[in-house]
């Protein structure tokens, strides 16, 4: 199950990028809070959590760079009109092939709002297709002593996922 978090992840990381690269509004630099909630079929399992996320422009843009090179993921297609974009991506992990379409909604620059969409083809650890919604709103400045990348979930644990 924690290859198919990370292989989802990484899917939308790509997706979440790939909109950016169609050059939405810029977004407030500071703490962020993400609010996801996942549904994941067969079985209609529901899972979701929050985490909280320190950012800035070029922390943005080094994701944006990640997730162009990620192996094994091409971007299919990319639209936008107003401050909704859409990314479609095909993707090969192992064996499994990852269809997703994320549409991403920038209510302001403090306020997103995304829905994405992945089919798997065969299974990928026993799910066929995923739904997920993500709620990032901008908190205000980050902590003392915290740079971006810092990202801290619900049990209080920060982890950097930005060496620069």
């Given at each position: 199950?924690k290859?198919?978090?990370?292989?989802?992840?990484?899917?939308?990381?790509?997706?979440?990028?790939?909109?950016?690269?169609?050059?939405p509004?810029?977004?407030k630099?500071?703490?962020?809070?993400?609010?996801?909630q996942t549904?994941?079929?067969?079985g209609?399992?529901?899972?979701?959590?929050?985490?909280?996320?320190c950012r800035s422009?070029?922390?943005d843009?080094?994701?944006?760079d990640?997730a162009a090179?990620?192996?094994g993921?091409?971007?299919?297609?990319?639209?936008?009109?107003?401050?909704?974009?859409t990314?479609?991506?095909?993707?090969t992990?192992?064996?499994?092939?990852?269809?997703t379409?994320e549409?991403?909604?920038?209510k302001?620059d403090?306020?997103?709002?995304?829905?994405?969409?992945?089919?798997y083809?065969?299974?990928?650890?026993?799910?066929?297709?995923?739904?997920?919604?993500?709620d990032?709103e901008?908190?205000?400045?980050?902590?003392?002593g915290?740079?971006p990348?810092?990202?801290k979930?619900?049990?209080g644990?920060v982890?950097?996922t930005?060496?620069?």
């Amino acid at each position: 199950m924690k290859k198919l978090v990370l292989c989802l992840g990484g899917t939308v990381l790509f997706c979440f990028a790939s909109a950016q690269a169609a050059d939405p509004p810029d977004v407030k630099e500071g703490l962020w809070s993400s609010e996801t909630q996942t549904i994941d079929n067969p079985g209609n399992k529901r899972n979701g959590g929050a985490v909280t996320i320190c950012r800035s422009h070029a922390y943005d843009q080094y994701v944006k760079d990640l997730a162009a090179k990620m192996p094994g993921c091409k971007k299919v297609s990319e639209r936008h009109s107003g401050r909704t974009y859409t990314t479609v991506l095909h993707c090969t992990v192992g064996n499994t092939v990852i269809d997703t379409t994320e549409t991403a909604t920038f209510k302001s620059d403090s306020a997103i709002h995304s829905e994405t969409h992945a089919t798997y083809s065969p299974p990928l650890y026993g799910v066929s297709e995923s739904n997920m919604t993500m709620d990032q709103e901008y908190m205000g400045s980050c902590p003392a002593g915290s740079q971006p990348g810092d990202m801290k979930g619900a049990d209080g644990k920060v982890i950097s996922t930005w060496k620069h």
